[in-house]
């Protein structure tokens, strides 16, 4: 199990090539949380992960015959972005197997980056058994993304670097997927200040950790496709659960709504791009779940590379679970000027029409019938009910269709 001093030796190592990311305090979460809430920015290393400090701290200690030979990962995007660039730096030639699903803007990053990419099966595990093939095969050197105490003790070095740029903390929050991040920032923290809490957040369609925590060995998971893909590890090592289990004070899961909120909160109120996993920390906070009322709590924005196309869907769920888009459908009759008064209703409530579609054969449409499908903006979940009711009350046939009814403020 590393220690601090691993932790320490590593820093020594990568400092000169690792960019000492910000610690923003963030004003708007601070005041919401009612304490000091800062953002340690990973997002803004030269790869947008966190990933490259212990793939760094790994090649700097092969020996001149690993060099040689070369090195090969599995990863689903960032740790492979990560070792790809040191690699080339150090001029030793990567192989990075990447799943078929793997985000295309990882993919190119990580071609551009030098290193031969191979793209095999559907999930990280079935990568990395093609790994395990191309190992021996090849001869090359494995760099695994966190079951490596080289990885996680590279990964620990955010911790040193929180304690000096936030003396006052009492949590932090970290991103969880295989665990390496989580392992070597709770070493770090603990050998340090054991009164800051460290937890952990994973996304609750793949919760390998607590899963792991709960039977006190790793199991494998089904395979589910998230928002936060750089987490989405099916299985976590003897290795990282080990420290979890000693240096981890909790670790919760938040589902998808949840992850995209926060994606969004980060990029409209904090002015950052965060993917999924990067955005998880912030999630675990707004969730409510944590113990972290009034305490100074660092979180972890561990990466923003995400695809533009799933950003634009991410920012559609964020907005329905914040109540600022509402979709419905209005049954009417399709006959001149009854859209115009049905738009006319939706007007006087002060709702922004974004998109209509008609649609003639719906299945609940009778002849003579129209199904339209409308996307509105609106201002929260006041005005959701608000619209909502305009509409009932003008005699209009409607269906809410991405709006929880647990979420509109009860009817009186």
Known sequence: ???????????????????????????????????DVFLKLESLQSTGSFKERGALNKLLQLTAAERAGGVIAASAGNH????SRHARAQGIAATIVMPNNAPLVKVTATRA???????????????????????????????HAFDDDAVIA???????????????????VVPVGGGGLASGVATAIKAVRPDIAVYGVETLLVPSMQRALELGAPCVLAARRSLADGINTRRVCDRTLAIAQQRLDDVISVDES???????????????????AGAVALAGLLSGRLPLAGKATALVVSGGNIDVNLL????????????????????????????????????SEGANVIAVQH????????????????????????????VEAALRSAGWELELLSVSSSSLPKRV
Not at 4 to 30: G, H, K, M
Not at 130 to 137: D, Q
Request: proline share 2%.
């Open 1 to 35: 199990m590393i220690t601090l001093d691993d932790v320490l030796a590593a820093r020594e190592r990568i400092s000169s090539f690792i960019r000492l990311t910000p610690c923003a305090r963030s004003e708007r979460l601070s005041r919401q949380h009612g304490a």
């Open 80 to 83: 492979a972005q990560g070792l």
């Open 113 to 143: 980056y030098g290193a031969e990419v191979v793209l095999h099966g559907d999930s990280y595990e079935e990568a990395a058994q093609e790994v395990e093939r191309l190992r021996a095969e090849r001869g090359l050197t494995l760099v």
């Open 154 to 172: 590279g990964q620990g070095t955010i911790g040193l670097e929180l304690l000096e740029q936030a003396p006052n903390l009492q949590a932090v």
């Open 258 to 276: 949840e992850i995209s909120e926060a994606v969004l909160r980060l990029l409209e109120g904090e002015k950052i791009v965060a993917e999924g």
């Open 312 to 347: 634009s869907r991410i920012i559609e769920r964020g907005l329905v679970k914040s109540g600022r888009s509402m979709r419905l459908r209005v049954l009417l009759p399709d006959l001149p000027g009854t859209l115009a008064r049905l738009l006319a209703t939706i007007a």
């Open 359 to 386: 649609d003639r054969v719906a299945a609940r449409t009778e002849v003579g019938g129209v199904a339209v499908d409308i996307v509105l903006e609106t201002r929260g979940f006041d005005h959701v009910a608000a």
